[in-house]
């Protein structure tokens, strides 16, 4: 069964930065576009970043382009975002996900002095 875990969250102050990493099992990680997308307090679903699946495309939301990358490692059938230069505004709960179908159980960044 697809299985996706997301990790590397924590608090960080602004301006700092994380790596989130999903690793995932039970498909051909190297076949399929991965996807980013984050739930802040109180609000819906953001979309973040895609990539597909051989890592040559990146897209970005504009809210976290130039600050964010997205990138894959498909030896290790990994899923990562590095996230620089954070703001408050960045602080959610951050989803991997396959498709619309499958997600991970998420990962907390939280963005506080």
């Known amino acids: 069964q697809v299985q996706l875990v997301e990790s590397g969250g924590g608090l960080v102050q602004p301006g700092g930065s994380l790596r989130l990493s999903c690793a995932a099992s039970g498909f051909t990680f190297s076949s399929y576009a991965m996807s980013w997308v984050r739930q802040a307090p109180g609000k819906g679903l953001e979309w973040v970043s895609d990539?597909?699946?051989?890592?040559?495309?990146?897209y970005y939301a504009d809210s976290v382009k130039g600050r964010f990358t997205i990138s894959r490692d498909n030896a290790k059938n990994t899923l990562y975002l590095q996230m620089n230069s954070l703001k408050p505004e960045d602080t959610a709960v951050y989803y991997c996900?396959?498709?619309?179908?499958?997600w991970g159980q998420g990962t907390q960044v939280t963005v506080s002095s």
């Open positions: 996900g396959r498709g619309l179908q499958y």
């Open positions: 990539i597909n699946s051989g890592g040559g495309s990146t």
